[in-house]
């Protein structure tokens, strides 16, 4: 029996966490368990004890019944609007924020917890309905379980209360985007400090340059299909270790993989057999659908999509819009401020083993802006915001490749100002904007990627005009 993985454990939790059912199946045990406990304490109960205790319930066999029938339907009631609220919001999240974002609302804590209060004292009090007994021949009243259903619908009332607030405030867009952007935080500093076997950065180009020029490579084809959504680094490290192999990964997470494709090439070639192979397919956990595991450029993905959907005709909201670019620009702050790992992966002994480019800053940049500056090209504020954005991420930067994606971008905002603003003031302003940004970054007068002086686009304004 093969033991899973942390890699595995962790995606496990991560679905537990966004389940529905999870929380609400933990609370209802718990009930159950309460139940149990109150009965042994009521079977051995004295009754002189009851009647001294001012808030126990005092009443009979037919009260019990009474107040038991009450709480627990009406419970069961609640469970049932409750449901139909939250599928409500979870249609008008998916309208506005779009069908990524309703993983955060479906793992949201408080949701599940009041879902699972609801389920809990129904179960617990239909558990303790059918332990009452009162014939001519033998009298059970359970005082204190009675006196605690009391307790759970107070508590529920509460639950209630703060159900509705809760559900209210987390659809809104400003709460949405930003519980999307604490995942963001959460998934930068789980994913980039991370350095898997021992890496050496002194020679990366000699390395990569001795496995391209050995043409004894196989390849190793996926089995399954799907996005993945983690890899098992320490199966793939272990593996290349113990059938001394060097093997290159060709898909990282987030990345789809149809079956039969080449996941990863292996050297030496002739080393490769079935258990490498499957070794290989088991390190990469394949699923349906995307997550934040290892795949940090999705968490951007969900912010940008909630900016794109707000930029749309139907919705024209720049606003929603403005405030996703200023959670992307402190998600990119945070990953400047981090050192990408390198590809380059060695055991114990300093033999390289695994070869796995991560996501680069400049990937992340081009998800963040390049479909917000597409749809926002006729909105000034929304250019505006892009270069204060590039501007304050700049300041974070310390790798010049780095400052040179930030400068390309400030110059593909001007050249889309070009074409998408109708007004001449508007496009004056994002112009001069733009230059101000591209010095920030240190271009001296000229724009870095092109080589176009300042005036060349503004005049192609002007002509066109």
């Known amino acids: 029996m093969k033991v899973p993985g942390l890699v595995k454990l962790s995606d496990l939790w991560d679905t537990l966490r966004t389940s529905y059912w999870f929380v609400p199946t933990i609370m209802a045990i718990a009930s159950t368990a309460l139940y149990a406990a109150l009965q042994t304490l009521d079977t051995n109960l004295d009754k002189k004890l009851v009647y001294k205790l001012g808030w126990v319930f005092t009443g009979g066999p037919d009260g019990a019944r009474e107040v038991l029938a009450v709480v627990a339907g009406s419970m069961i009631t609640i469970a049932g609007v409750t449901f139909s609220i939250t599928i409500v919001a979870l249609t008008l999240a998916s309208q506005q924020f779009g069908p990524f ?71 809104q867009a400003s709460n949405m985007i930003f519980a999307v952007s604490q995942d963001l935080e959460q998934a930068v500093d789980r994913i980039f400090p991370e350095r898997l076997g021992t890496v050496n950065e002194t020679e990366p180009d000699t390395h990569w340059n001795k496995f391209v020029e050995n043409a004894d490579n196989a390849p190793v084809r996926s089995v399954e299909y799907g996005y993945i959504k983690a890899v098992d680094n320490d199966l793939l490290l272990r593996t290349a270790q113990e059938n001394g192999l060097v093997v290159q990964m060709l898909k990282r997470p987030g990345k789809f993989v149809g079956k039969g494709d080449e996941i990863a090439f292996v050297q030496p070639g002739g080393s490769v057999n079935e258990e490498v192979e499957s070794a290989i397919n088991e390190s990469l956990l394949l699923g349906p659908q995307r997550t934040t595991t290892q795949d940090v450029e999705f968490v951007f993905s969900q912010i940008v999509e909630v900016a794109v959907r707000s930029l749309s005709p139907g919705i024209n909201d720049p606003f929603t819009a403005i405030i996703c670019i200023d959670h992307l620009g402190q998600g990119l702050r945070r990953v400047a401020d981090r050192s990408i790992p390198s590809p380059f992966r060695y055991d114990k002994k300093g033999a390289l083993r695994v070869i796995a480019f991560p996501v680069t800053f400049s990937e992340l940049v081009d998800s963040s802006f390049d479909q917000i500056r597409h749809y926002g090209r006729s909105n000034a504020a929304v250019l505006n915001s892009l270069l204060d954005t590039i501007g304050a991420v700049a300041s974070h930067v310390g790798r010049e490749e780095d400052l040179q994606v930030l400068q390309h971008h400030a110059e593909l905002i001007l050249k889309t100002a070009s074409k998408g603003l109708k007004e001449e003031e508007a496009f004056a302003g994002i112009r001069s904007k733009c230059f101000a940004t591209i010095e920030s970054t240190g271009a001296k007068g000229y724009f870095c990627s092109a080589g176009l002086k300042e005036d060349s686009i503004f005049t192609a304004k002007q002509g066109k005009s």
């Open 101 to 171: 974002v309703l993983r955060n609302f479906m793992r949201d804590t408080g949701n599940q917890v009041v879902l699972g209060t609801f389920i809990s004292t129904f179960i617990f009090c239909l558990l303790t309905l059918r332990t009452i007994r009162g014939t001519d021949r033998t009298t059970f009243v359970p005082h204190l379980s009675v006196s605690m259903a009391c307790i759970l619908a107070m508590c529920s009332l509460g639950v209630l209360i703060y159900f509705i607030h809760h559900v209210s405030a987390f659809i």
